[in-house]
Each structure stands twice: as structure tokens, then as C-alpha cells.
């Protein structure tokens, strides 16, 4: 009991001397002990190390999870030291409601089927999308979060303790100078100045030994930075797999709806009496077939199911029809285009054919020439060069 009550007594008398020489410091009524320039920097670059780590790593967290709600269910279970349930994505949840709609409108319509291609490119984006968020979180988040909880929680311990040491060194120096001062008036005061010394040669070590534990740790700011450079680039390896995943799959989904859009809109149209000529590709501008040059107008006669119509088949049949005598334009194709009939011409990406345009054709369309091949192409397919 004695034991407990002088050594409470003693802890109090530490934390007294403490605060009166930390006040006394920030008046200006106090020497302080400055540390060397070297573990200055230390310092300063440990400190911006954990401040810039913080805002990397909760932006990046905003990135993975836009939904402040869902972060903060996850930082929960994570508090709790329990596993995150699995979590529908956004693109997985799109490609439900897609599939469930293409069910009801029927399966086999031009909408039902490309709602299903469409849903089911979808489910693969949320796929790719969950793969990629556990593989950031694992390999980028957790080296962050750990150097914050652990690394750094212990070098801020040490740095507590040697800011403490620091107040008991600059203490001690204050009381020996004030026991010299006494000494020089009175000889009695000799065995204070003795007693001043032996505390200040213990509080110097004690100093010196924590100050040597503080800059070993702090010098490790240095790894940490390796190991964090290693897993920056782990997480921008992660991110080109995952865009470039999508790419793919958006790709192969244009395909595919580029080389079913014919039919699709073939079916779509049949019995229209106002249509003339094939649906467009793609929503394009007028004003892009509106350059090229035309032949001399040929009247359009509407189309009616059951009756021919020569003129209207003489515009849509490409083959039967010669380019004019000058104004064509070259035109690079951008992507890989199926002919949807034998009106159409089959394209490939990057190779250069020739366009202009036909009397009655829908402005979305183009006749293009590929050596002694002819047939129509989507303007949305081609750039068209001047």
C-alpha cells in the first residue's frame, strides 16, 4: 500500500515538472534541447509520409466504394474482425433487371435478344469489376492500412517518449542551474548541486538511448516507401487488367450487336410503307453524307408490301448503280463490320475503301468501293477523310 501510494506521489511530481517546463518553454522562460537538423527531417518526412498515406488510402477507398454507407458497413466488420458479406455490383445488379425484362418482352424478339447480350455483358463487367476491387483492397489498402495501425501507431509511441525525456532532460538542466546559482551565495548548497548533476547525467542517457530508438524507427520511413511503391504498382497492374477486361467485353458486345443490327432492324421494318431503304447503323449527323457528292435526283416512290418498285430498288441495289464522275471521298474504317445481305459491304478495321453517297439513301448509310466490290456501309463505321 505504501508502495503504491509513493510511487502515485512519484508519477505526479514527474508530470508536474513536466507540464511546468513545457509551459515555461512555450513563454520563452525556458531553455529547450533542439535536436540535430538530421533528425529534424526525419521527422518532417515521417509525419508527411503518414499524412499523404491517409488521404491516398481513404480516396482510394472512395474509388472502390462510392457508397459511403457500404464503406461504413465494411469499416465496421472489419472493426468486429468479421468477414464483409459478398455484395452485389451495380453492373451484376443491371444485368438482372435486363435479363428479367428480356423474359418478359420474349426472348426471341430483336429487343428480348439484345437485351440478353447486353445483360449478359453487363454481368461480366461486375465480375471483372468485383475482381479488380478485392485485388486493390488486398494488394494496395491493406499495406496502407497496416502501416497506419501499426508502423506508425508505434513510431508516435516513441516519439511521445522522447518528447517526455526531452522535459525531463531540459528540466533537470533547470534545476541544476539554479542549484549553481545558490551555490555561489552559500557553500551549503553543494550537495544540491551534486544531486542536480547525477539526475541530469540519467535524464542525458535515458535522452540519448531514446532518441537513438526514435530515429531507427524513423529512419524505416525509407522501407516503408519501397514496400509502398511495390504495391502501387501492384494496384496500377490491377486497374490496366480490369479496363482492359472491359474494353474487351465491350468490344466483343459491339461486334455482336453490329453484325445482328441488320437483321434485327430488317425484321423490325417489314411491311413499313414509308421505308425506302435500309434502318441506320448508328445514330450519326445528316450533315456527314450531306457533303459527299450525289447523282442526278432520281424521284423516290414509296415502297407498298406486295408491289415492286423499280426505281427504289435500282437506289438500294449498289451494284447497279455507278459512283459520279468526280467529288468521292477515301474513308478509313474504324472497326470490323459483318455484311448483314449482299446490298452490304463487309468492312475491316483501318483499311481505306471509297464512299459517296446515292440519290434516296438514308444519310446514315454510304455505297463504298473496295477494288471491283461495292455494297453499303454505316457512316458510323468509317472517318471520313477530306
Known sequence: MDFNVKKLASDAGVFFSRAMQFTEEKLGQAEKTELDAHFENLLARADCTKNWTEKILRQTEVLLQPNPSARVEEFLYEKLDRKVPSRVTNGE???????????????????????????????????????????????????????????????????????????????????????????????????????????????????????????????????????????????????????????????????????????????????????????????????????????PTIPVVPTIVGVPNSVAESVLNPNEVKPPASGTRKARVLYDYEAADSTELALLADEMITVYSLPGMDPDWLIGERGNQKGKVPVTYLELLS
Open 93 to 295: 445488379l443491371l444485368a438482372q433487371y435486363m435479363t428479367e425484362a428480356a423474359n418478359d418482352f420474349g426472348p426471341g424478339t430483336p429487343y428480348g435478344k439484345t437485351l440478353i447480350k447486353v445483360g449478359e455483358t453487363q454481368r461480366r463487367l461486375g465480375a471483372a469489376e468485383r475482381d479488380f476491387i478485392h485485388s486493390a483492397s488486398i494488394n494496395f489498402l491493406t499495406p496502407l492500412r497496416n502501416f497506419l495501425e501499426g508502423d506508425w501507431r508505434t513510431i508516435s509511441k516513441e516519439r511521445r517518449i522522447l518528447q517526455n525525456r526531452r522535459l525531463d532532460l531540459d528540466a533537470c538542466k533547470a534545476r541544476l542551474k539554479k542549484a549553481k546559482a545558490a551555490e555561489a551565495k552559500a557553500a551549503l548548497w553543494s550537495d544540491e548541486v551534486e544531486k542536480a548533476e547525477h539526475e541530469l547525467r540519467l535524464t542525458q542517457t535515458e535522452f540519448d538511448r531514446q532518441a537513438e530508438v526514435t530515429r531507427l524507427l524513423l529512419e524505416g520511413i525509407s522501407s516503408t516507401h519501397v514496400n509502398h511503391l511495390r504495391c502501387l504498382h501492384e494496384f496500377v497492374e490491377s486497374q490496366t487488367n480490369y479496363y482492359a477486361q472491359c474494353y474487351q467485353y465491350m468490344l466483343d458486345l459491339q461486334k455482336q450487336l453490329g453484325s445482328s443490327k441488320g437483321e434485327i432492324f430488317s425484321g423490325t421494318f417489314v411491311g413499313n410503307a414509308e421505308s425506302t431503304s435500309p434502318p441506320p447503323a448508328a445514330a450519326s449527323p445528316p450533315a456527314v453524307a450531306a457533303t459527299l457528292p450525289a447523282v
